[in-house]
């Protein structure tokens, strides 16, 4: 399973850009899709978490500023990112939980994309 993500680059501050991720392989089916970023010295942070239902969950430096979609039949996840702010500034990584067909049982693991950048100038 790889994880391809896109659409990384510069925006200024206040600006408008849009990551998307695209997950490929052997997948049966694809629950929790989403982003994460990795400040140096900083825990992993949560961006955008989306279940296969729908349900979304942002992380609270984002709120209201960015907005999360899947498209399940595509497995891909995008991430649109308004009023961008310089500590936006960052790594942003793809995730996905994905089962696979092993055998007569289905296993779950975790997957990560390279990682985008994403640079907001001041």
């Known amino acids: 399973v790889q994880l391809q993500a896109s659409g990384g680059g510069l925006v200024q501050a206040g600006g408008y850009l849009r990551i998307s991720c695209s997950a490929s392989?052997?997948?049966?089916?694809?629950?929790?899709m989403g982003w994460y970023r990795h400040p140096p010295g900083k825990q992993r942070e949560l961006v955008a978490i989306i279940s296969r239902s729908g349900i979304t969950t942002y992380g609270d430096s984002v709120k209201g500023r960015f907005t999360a979609s899947r498209d399940n039949d595509k497995n891909m996840v995008s991430l649109e990112m308004n009023n961008s702010k310089p500590e936006d500034t960052e790594f942003y990584y793809c995730?996905?939980?994905?089962?696979?067909?092993?055998?007569?049982?289905?296993?779950?693991?975790?997957?990560w994309g390279q990682g985008t950048e994403v640079t907001v100038s001041s």
């Open positions: 392989g052997s997948i049966f089916k694809i629950n929790d």
């Open positions: 995730y996905a939980r994905v089962g696979r067909i092993s055998g007569s049982s289905l296993d779950w693991d975790d997957y």
